[in-house]
C-alpha cells in the first residue's frame, strides 16, 4: 500500500480527499495589523505551492471586522522580496490610502494608512495592487475579506454570527503548473479553491445561513447556484444591502464582485447539497463559459470547466443552533439610487483592442495602455456622473473603479437585473455590450494621488487596461483660486438653459470664458457692458466653469447647463 501511495506521489497525483472549509481569523477593533510574507501550502502531492498571505495564515488573509464611522489604523508590513500595496476593495477612502498602484511598500517597510469608515454594511476585500504584478501577488494567496457592519444591517434579523451562521466564501479558481506553482496568466484554470481550501466540504446548521460570496479568481466567471437548483436570497451586492431580499437560483459573479446570499436550510438537518457553477448557461465570450474556437496565434484558452457545471463544495446540513435566526426580513434598506437627471455629465469608455480577433490580451481603454504619468480624468467635487462602458472586444470585462460606489443604470438600454440593483463596484460588460452606471464623487480630493479604475481579470489589468482619475475642488481645478461673487459681479441664472446674464459694477473690459470639466475652454466673449448676456444654447447639457478675467481680477463660478 505504502508503495502504491509512493508511486501515485510521484507522479503527482492530485489526491481529491475532502477538507474542512477553513474559516480565517478575524480581526476586530481599530488598530489592526497586516503583515505580508511568503509560505507555503501542501496544496498536491509533490512539491510544496509557494504562496503570499497575510499574518499568520498560510494562503489569504484575515477577516478585517469594520463598523461604519469608526476611525481605523492599519500597519501594514511587506515582508516579501518585493514591492507591494494593498488596496481595500470597494471602500471609499482618500487616495493617498486608498492602496493603488502609487502607494508602494517596499521590501521590509511599513505603511499606515488611516482613514475613516464610511461605507454601508456589506462584503468588500483587501489584495495588493502593484504596478503589472496584481495578478501574481494576488494569485499566490493575497487576499482578505472585509466585513463592514452598522446601525442599519444591525437592526435586522439577520444571521451574523461569524463561522456558525455566516461564512466567508473567498472563491478561486486557478492553474497550477507541473511544479504546482500558481500560475498568474492560467487561461487553463481548474483548481477550485474556497477560502484556500481544495476539495471543501461545511457543516451548517439547519437555520438562515449567510455566505458571503466573492470572486477572487484571476479571471473566471462564476454562476454560482446550487444543487437541484435551490432557491435562495440573494441580500447584498457588492456595497450591501439590496432593498429587498431577491428569490432566485444564481448569483453571477465576475472577478472582484461580492454577493451575500441567504440559504432557508429549516428542516433539511441531514441533507446534502453542493454550491456549483452553471458554466454551461454563460455565454460565449464569458471566462468560464463555451470556449471558443481560438484564432492562430492565441494561446489555448480550454480549461476542462469552461461551458460545464461543476461542484465547487459540498454543505452537510446539521442541527440548529440555540437562537437561530429562522426566517429573513422582506425589507432590507432603501438605497435611494441617484436620479439619471441628475448628472453632469457623461463619459464614455470603450474596451478596445489592437485587433477585433484578440482574445488575451492586452486591451486598453479608449485604444490607450494604463500609464502612471498620465491623467485620465479630472473630476470635480461633488460631480454626478454617467459612465458609459461599451465593450467592442470578443471577451467579457468586469470593470471596477475605485472610490466610489455606483448604480446601474441599465446593460444595453435594459434596466439591470433585481440583484444588481444595488451599489457596485464591479460590473461585467459582456462582449458587444454597453452599460451605463451612474455615481457621485464626493468627500475626498487629491490633485497628486489619483484613484483608478480597470478590468478585473488580473492579467488585462497588470497589461493596461486601466485608467486613472483625480478628484479636484473646483478652485484646484481651474488652477485659480475661487473668489466668491459679492464682488458686484453676478452670474446668472444657474442652472441655466439658453442664456447666462452677467451683471456687474466694475468698469472695464471683461473676458468671459467658459470652460467643460476637461479644463477645455468651449466659449468665449468680451464684455463691454454692465449688464451683458451670453448664448449658450449651444452647449451641451453639462457642468461648466465660467471665468471672468477683469484687469485686476479673475471670477470662477461653476454654472450648470440644462
Ligand atoms: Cu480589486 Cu483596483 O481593485
Ligand atoms: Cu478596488
Ligand atoms: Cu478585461
Not at 466 to 481: E, I, N, P, Q, R
Not at 509 to 519: A, E, M, T
Not at 536 to 562: C, D, H, M, P, W
Request: hydrophobic share 40%; aromatic share 10%; glycine share 8%.
Amino acid at each position: 500500500m505504502r508503495k502504491v501511495l509512493s508511486i501515485l506521489l510521484l507522479i503527482g497525483l492530485r489526491v481529491s480527499s475532502q477538507n474542512a472549509l477553513f474559516i480565517p481569523d478575524t480581526l476586530v477593533g481599530t488598530n489592526f495589523n497586516l503583515s505580508m510574507h511568503e509560505d507555503s501550502v501542501q496544496f498536491f502531492a509533490g512539491n510544496i505551492s509557494h504562496t503570499y498571505a497575510y499574518n499568520n495564515n498560510h494562503y489569504l488573509g484575515s477577516t478585517l471586522i469594520f463598523n461604519k464611522w469608526a476611525n481605523v489604523t492599519i500597519n501594514v508590513t511587506n515582508l516579501i522580496k518585493d514591492t507591494t500595496t494593498v488596496h481595500w476593495h470597494g471602500l471609499h477612502v482618500p487616495s493617498k490610502w486608498d492602496g493603488g498602484t502609487y502607494s508602494p511598500i517596499l521590501p521590509g517597510g511599513t505603511w499606515h494608512p488611516q482613514f475613516t469608515i464610511m461605507n454601508n454594511a456589506g462584503t468588500y476585500w483587501y489584495h495588493p495592487h502593484p504596478d503589472m504584478k496584481t495578478a501574481e501577488q494576488a494569485i499566490k494567496g493575497a487576499a482578505g475579506l472585509i466585513i463592514i457592519r452598522d446601525s442599519v444591517e444591525g437592526a435586522l434579523v439577520l444571521p451574523r454570527k461569524y463561522g456558525v451562521d455566516d461564512f466567508p466564501m473567498v472563491v478561486q479558481c486557478q492553474q497550477y503548473d507541473s511544479m504546482n506553482q500558481a500560475m498568474p496568466r492560467g487561461m487553463e484554470d481548474s483548481t477550485l479553491l474556497v477560502n484556500g481550501t481544495m476539495n471543501p466540504y461545511l457543516n451548517v446548521p439547519a437555520q438562515m445561513v449567510r455566505l458571503r460570496l466573492l470572486n477572487a479568481s484571476g479571471e473566471r466567471v462564476f454562476n454560482f447556484g446550487f444543487t437541484g437548483n435551490m432557491q435562495f436570497y440573494q441580500i447584498a451586492s457588492d456595497g450591501g444591502l439590496l432593498d429587498a431580499p431577491y428569490l432566485t437560483t444564481r448569483v453571477r459573479l465576475a472577478p472582484g464582485e461580492r454577493a451575500e446570499v441567504v440559504l432557508n436550510l429549516v428542516g433539511m438537518m441531514g441533507q446534502q447539497f453542493n454550491l456549483m457553477s452553471y458554466g454551461s448557461e454563460l455565454s460565449m465570450g464569458i471566462q468560464g463559459g463555451p470556449t471558443m474556437p481560438m484564432p492562430p496565434g492565441n494561446p489555448p484558452m480550454d480549461s476542462p470547466l469552461n461551458g460545464i457545471d461543476y461542484n465547487i463544495m459540498q454543505f452537510n446540513v446539521v442541527a440548529q443552533t440555540v437562537g437561530a435566526v429562522t426566517t429573513i426580513p422582506s425589507v432590507l434598506t432603501s438605497n435611494n439610487p441617484i436620479a439619471e437627471s441628475s448628472a453632469n455629465i457623461t463619459r464614455t469608455i470603450r474596451f478596445t483592442a489592437d485587433s477585433a480577433m484578440v482574445m488575451d490580451g492586452p486591451f486598453y481603454f479608449n485604444d490607450s495602455s494604463f500609464s502612471m504619468m498620465r491623467i485620465d480624468y479630472r473630476i470635480p467635487i461633488n460631480s454626478i456622473e454617467i459612465w458609459k462602458l461599451v465593450n467592442e472586444t470578443m471577451v467579457a470585462h468586469p470593470f471596477h473603479i475605485h472610490d466610489v460606489q455606483f448604480f446601474i443604470l441599465d446593460r444595453n438600454g435594459v434596466a439591470p437585473n433585481p440583484n444588481e440593483l444595488g451599489r457596485k463596484d464591479v460590473v461585467l460588460v459582456p462582449p458587444g455590450d454597453s452599460v451605463r452606471f451612474i455615481t457621485k464623487f464626493t468627500d475626498f480630493t487629491d490633485s497628486i494621488v489619483p484613484y483608478m479604475f480597470h478590468c478585473h481579470i488580473l492579467m488585462h489589468e497588470d497589461d493596461g487596461m486601466m485608467g486613472t482619475f483625480v478628484v479636484l475642488d473646483s478652485s484646484a481645478f481651474l488652477g485659480v483660486k475661487q473668489l466668491n461673487n459679492n464682488n458686484g459681479l453676478t452670474v446668472y441664472p444657474n442652472p441655466a438653459t439658453t442664456e447666462l446674464r452677467i451683471t456687474n459694477y466694475e468698469l472695464g473690459i471683461k473676458q468671459l470664458r467658459i470652460y467643460n470639466v476637461l479644463g477645455e475652454e468651449v466659449q468665449s466673449a468680451t464684455i463691454t457692458s454692465n449688464q451683458s448676456t451670453v448664448n449658450i444654447s449651444q452647449l451641451a447639457n453639462g457642468i461648466y466653469f465660467v471665468r471672468i478675467i477683469t484687469e485686476s481680477k479673475t471670477y470662477n463660478q461653476k454654472v450648470i447647463k440644462q
